[in-house]
Structures are given as C-alpha cells and as structure tokens.
C-alpha cells in the first residue's frame, strides 16, 4: 500500500511539474502580437518599442511585430488600442502624451476630447523607460547655452522657432514651461512626431527645440545637432557633459518623457502579470541595458502597480501645468 501511495504521489507530481510550463503558456495570446506605437518611425517611441518587440519575440517565440498609427501625439494610436479585443494581440507602447498629457489637457477642455478613459480602459503592464527631453538645436545656431537662448528669444521675440512632436506633446509641454519660466517669446511648430521635427530641425527649416533624449542622442552623437540642456534634475548616464536645466538658471525644471507597454482594459490580469514578468526579464539583459543607456531611458521595470501609481502621478502634475501654463493641443 505504501508502495502504491508513492507512485502516485510521484506521477500526481509529474503531472503538475508538466503541467506548469502548458498553464505558464496560456497566459500568453494565440497568434502573432502587435505593438501599435502612436508614432512614425524614427522617433524615441519607435525605437524602444523596437528593441523591445525583438526580445520579446524571441523570448516568447512568437511574432512581435511594432505598427505605427502616428497622430494626435499619440492619441490616436491609445485610442485604437482601446477598442481591441483583450486578448492580448493588441497592446501599446504607451506615451506621456497617451497617458497624461491628452487627459490634461482634456481636462481643461484645451484638447481634442479623448475617446478613451486613460485609467479605465486599459492595463498597465511594466514601465519600459523615463527620459529627460534635450533642448538641442542645428549646428548653423549660435547660442550654445540657455542663457544664451534667453538672451536670443528676449531679442527677437516670435522670430526663434522650436519644433515639436505635435501640439500638446511632451516637447510642446516643455518648450510651454520654459517659456513661462524664461518669461519669452517664442514660435512653436508642430510636427507629425519626433522623426519628421528633426530632420527639419537638422536641415534648418526651424531652429530648436525640446525632443526626447532617446530620438535625439543618435543625432548629437554623431554632430549633426547640438546638445544645450537637458531636462531632468539629475543628468543622465549617456550625457554626463550636458547641464540640466536646473543648473543652468532654471531650478527645479523637469520635463521626462516615459514610455511603457499597456494593454486594453479587460485583458485578463493573469497575462498582464506573465507579460510583466517577462519584460522585466528584457529590460535587465545586458545588451538591452545598452541599449536603455544610450537612449538615456531610467528607471525601466518594476511592477504592475509601480506603473500604474506612477501614471496616476503624472496624470496629476501635468494636469497642474496645462492650466497655469495654458498649454493648448493646437497652438
């Protein structure tokens, strides 16, 4: 009897050991996955979301593929995702723009009204990176440091142009703070995401502007633009040679841009919780960390609820500066 009572103990565990890695398989999505990123390619979210759907891929072995719906700094794309089946072929490199700029300025009535409510109708799944924006500027500009740009735009007021990514977007909210701060007068130029505002601001259509340090360290790095400031309080790893804008007149200045993966809202927390573990895991390989590096992306991962408290938080502050500021979607 006793013999009996153990080999069925031992094939009960059999069983479940075989059964963990079919049940771990579940809470994954038949068929291929989708990445939309709300912008065109060539920008910061972009290139993350890039990096991210490679390892994925073969991490789950399964196709990730990146889908670029630009417009609306990224409303456009949340929107649409939203609206997916929660099954988890549909996800979303979320953006600030997504996730607490729109809503801000929603909440004003500043902005185009969302489709979507940025809490309810979707699940957070991990964090995938915070950067500082970089004030740069083409290599035909003259001021080289903030003070120097001050000087300029208080000189001639409403001729020093600044590109954005769109009206309403991370950049456009922190070209608006230093504007208030600075106390000047400059024009803002919209642009259908990162890739297209810098090639204009390469080729000197327009003359600044704040763009996020992940689109433009390729840029600096190999001297096509010049790096003045950058918009963290403290400086990132891949530029220490670059002043924050704190230490260059402008105490307390901070405007991040964050990216993570979200799905819709009803996606069953079992696979938000697998994805989550499983992009932790990416984020801390070594040539991923480069890769973070370089784009000056920090403080990456962590857990479900790290990113969801971390939304609600921006949510809050930039919900603050849409109206001190102003700030409008179309201006």
């Known amino acids: 009897m006793m013999q009996r009572r153990t080999l069925i103990t031992a094939a009960t565990a059999t069983a479940a050991t075989l059964a963990a890695p079919m049940l771990r398989a579940q809470t994954l999505p038949n068929g291929p996955i989708k ?24 991490l789950w072995n399964k196709t990730v593929l990146v889908e670029n719906k630009a417009g609306a700094a990224g409303v456009i794309a949340a929107d649409f995702v939203s609206k997916q089946a929660a099954d988890g072929n549909t996800l979303l490199m979320a953006h600030i723009n997504s996730h607490a700029l729109g809503p801000a300025l929603n909440s004003v009535g500043a902005g185009t009204k ?39 735009c208080k000189a001639s007021p409403g001729k020093i142009s600044f590109a954005s990514a769109g009206g309403g977007s991370a950049q456009h ?23 297209p505002a810098i090639t204009d601001l390469i080729g000197g259509q327009v003359n600044y502007c704040f763009e996020t340090m992940t689109s ?11 790096a003045i400031a950058q918009t963290r309080l403290k ?51 070594p040539d991923m960390q480069a890769k973070l590096e370089q784009f000056g992306a ?31 979607a179309d201006a």
């Open 35 to 58: 990445i939309i990123v709300g912008f065109p390619p060539g920008g910061g979210t972009d290139a993350l979301a890039r990096e991210l759907g490679i390892r994925l891929q073969t």
């Open 114 to 152: 969302l489709g979507y409510d940025a809490t309810k109708d979707f699940a957070p799944i991990s964090m995938v990176g915070v950067t500082p924006n970089m004030l740069i500027c083409n290599t035909n500009q003259k001021s080289r440091t903030v003070q120097e740009l001050v000087a300029e």
């Open 173 to 195: 909210f922190a070209l608006e703070m230093f504007k208030l701060q600075a106390k000047v007068f400059a024009l803002h130029i919209p642009y259908r995401g990162s890739g």
């Open 216 to 226: 433009a360290t390729p840029h600096v790095k190999g001297g096509k633009a010049i």
């Open 235 to 285: 400086r990132a790893k891949g530029h220490p040679n670059v002043p924050t804008m704190d230490e260059s007149g402008f105490p307390g200045f901070e405007a991040t841009v964050w990216y993570g993966l979200m799905g819709p809202g009803k996606m069953p927390q079992a696979m938000a919780q697998r994805m989550n573990e499983d992009v932790n895991k990416v984020l801390v390989m």
């Open 298 to 328: 920090e403080d990456a991962g962590g857990s479900i609820q790290k990113f969801a408290d971390f939304i609600k938080s921006e949510q809050t502050k930039w919900a603050k500066v849409a109206k001190d500021a102003g700030v409008k």
